[in-house]
């Protein structure tokens, strides 16, 4: 298997990477039964040395869901019925997920509200305050 290119920077190496081929599932007929078309892609994000401690960090809070006992991430692919074009998916799936946690994210900037939406916000609670308070019994209407 060769190494996975992420981007210009960015590269794992082979070594980190692993794969198996299982039976599918779903249609296929004679054919599900006799060939492993199925691919599981294994990645070493312990073990990787290309990722810095921050994208390693973040990879795992994304592939929380995908990591096995080993902590490796799982990666399957069975869209197709060519082994090899499974692989191919697979592999470019592990390409996206990880040039997804490449940037990091933008630091959030509290705001404070505008004096227009403070103004609206206590003019809807105005009109529901009255609204509600034309509701409840009528008074006045004893027979």
């Known amino acids: 298997m060769d190494a996975l290119r992420i981007s210009d920077r960015v590269v794992i190496p082979a070594t980190d990477l692993s794969w198996t081929a299982v039976r599918a599932s779903g249609p296929g007929g004679q054919n599900v039964n006799k060939v492993a078309s199925k691919v599981e892609l294994r990645f070493d994000l312990a073990q990787c040395a290309a990722l810095h401690p921050a994208v390693k960090a973040r990879l795992r809070t994304l592939c929380a869901n995908r990591l096995d006992a080993e902590g490796r991430v799982r990666i399957v692919s069975q869209a197709t019925r060519d082994q090899g074009k499974n692989l191919a998916d697979a592999r470019e799936k592990l390409a996206h997920l990880i040039a997804s946690v490449l940037v990091p994210p933008k630091p959030r900037r509290p705001t404070k509200p505008t004096f ?25 209407t004893e027979d």
Do not use: F, M, Q, Y
């Open 116 to 140: 227009g939406s403070k103004r609206r916000r206590a003019e809807d609670k105005r009109r529901t305050s009255s609204k509600k308070a034309l509701r409840g019994s009528v008074r006045g």
